[in-house]
């Protein structure tokens, strides 16, 4: 069932985004806590190749950095059944807690390879959990018909952000030192984490009754209710396009700190991320006004804008030129993640959108730590230029294949969409063996 009403009356008297103080806090803790996560994940790379000296071991922490995407599948049906908020302030906590470690032993001088190796599953772990939290969290704290522009706020400061906090990262260790870095990213987490603690989210009933099975058949049966109600649906088309993108921006990630330093070094590399960043925010901020263009006609024209943008980065004589083309290829990306997040919300019940989110998630975004891998070796292979250049064919897949299908084609705007214009049917305990 959803977690508010659909009553008009209701709505109308629901207080704007901004005076929605579950909404403020929620919006605020994850800027902190995504500005975190940017943050520890450039000073745990710096700090094992600084230490190591080892491209191969700072290819592996990456990887399992970006391992949780590869593994969200498992923790969207434990996040539909745990306390939403509970679980938002003991990852800050968790994640708190591993950075201080890491901090002390770098600010005596006991910090090394094996230490920060144990310490990123721990890290990764707690990613897993926390990422599939906020398409639970925000139907239950905003009404629907503010869902957009909450969407197009919070992946601003989480999907736009990100690469623009992995710039500030690389200049604040330039200046500062890992220890400082690590020190600032443990206060992040203590914030975000007193900023969730205050946050009054709704229960949602969960129609299911799992009395009497065990955690396991419980949680393969919500696995399988997550896939049923994807199943036969154009989100499957839409998960296809995705995974194939993000290999693509796997790739991509592997190599840019090449391309960089053969542009000019790790001051272009810096501008290149947050060209990304700055792009995706752009994307994003623009998409609650653009709401009211058909979703399936909308994409295609612009990824493959993007890819042609993305050519002429790669193919530029001038360094500026190149960086802002490589930014301005991202705009669509950061619309399109806030129409997509928007499209899920609307049609999929509010007590069934952490399961699928995370079976969506892993299989969109499970292909970004494999594109990592494989992006360095084709490096190798085919040059940097050249590999970059490929890359670009994430965007132009996407965008032709919306193209060439009509169901995709079909998905109307994203204000007019609705659970049977998707057709998307919810599955309730009574439908279950």
């Known amino acids: 069932m959803r977690a508010r009403s659909d009553d008009h009356s209701q709505r109308e008297a629901s207080p704007p985004l901004w005076k929605n103080r579950d909404f403020l806090r929620f919006f605020v803790g994850q800027f902190v806590t995504n500005a975190g996560d940017s943050l520890y994940s450039v000073a745990i790379l710096w700090a094992v190749f600084e230490l190591s000296g080892s491209t191969f071991l700072t290819g592996a922490a990456n990887s399992l950095l970006l391992l949780p995407f590869l593994l969200q599948i498992a923790a969207g049906p434990l996040i539909d059944r745990l306390p939403i908020k509970h679980v938002l302030v003991g990852t800050q906590v ?37 990422d599939p939290l906020r398409a639970t969290v925000v139907p239950r704290i905003v009404p629907e018909d503010q869902l957009s522009r909450s969407n197009s706020a919070l992946t601003t400061i989480t999907h736009g952000l990100d690469m623009v906090f992995d710039a500030m990262g690389g200049l604040l260790i330039a200046a500062f030192g ?46 399988r209710e997550g896939v049923d109600v994807l199943r036969g649906t154009v989100f499957v088309e839409i998960m296809g396009t995705s995974a194939v993108f993000n290999f693509a921006v796997g790739v991509t990630l592997a190599i840019l700190p090449a391309f960089g330093e053969m542009l000019g070094g ?18 994003s901020v623009s998409a609650s006004r653009l709401t009211h263009l058909a979703y399936g006609r909308f994409k295609p024209i612009t990824y493959v804008f993007s890819a042609l943008l993305w050519v002429g980065s790669v193919g530029s004589p ?3 030129l190149t960086v802002v083309l490589f930014g301005l290829a991202w705009v669509s990306a950061g619309i399109d993640a806030v129409m997509l997040e928007t499209l899920s919300q609307k049609v999929f019940p509010a007590d069934q959108l952490g ?44 965008g032709l294949y919306f193209a060439l299908r009509s169901p995709l084609r079909g998905v109307p705007a994203v204000k007019d969409v609705g659970p049977e214009k998707l057709d998307v049917h919810a599955q309730t305990s009574d439908s279950r063996e």
């Open 266 to 283: 790790p001051a272009i590399y810096g501008l290149l991320l947050g060209a990304l960043g700055i792009g995706r925010v752009v994307g």
């Open 318 to 320: 001038s360094v500026v």
């Open 178 to 223: 890992v220890t400082t870095l690590f020190l600032l990213d443990t206060f992040t987490f203590a914030v975000a984490g007193l900023l969730f603690s205050g946050m009054l989210i709704p229960v949602v009933d969960d129609d299911s009754d799992g009395a009497g099975e065990s955690a396991t058949a419980t949680y393969l049966a919500d696995l």
């Open 94 to 130: 968790v994640q708190g807690g591993a950075i201080l470690v890491l901090t002390v032993a770098a600010s005596t001088g006991a910090l090394s390879v094996p230490l920060v190796f144990v310490t990123i599953p721990v890290l990764s772990l707690m990613t897993l959990v926390a």
């Open 355 to 398: 399961r699928v989110s995370a079976i969506k998630g892993t299989v969109s975004t499970g292909t970004l730590p494999i594109g990592s891998l494989v992006g360095g070796l084709l490096a190798e292979q085919l040059g940097t230029v050249a590999t970059m250049g490929l890359a670009a064919g994430g965007f132009g897949f996407a």
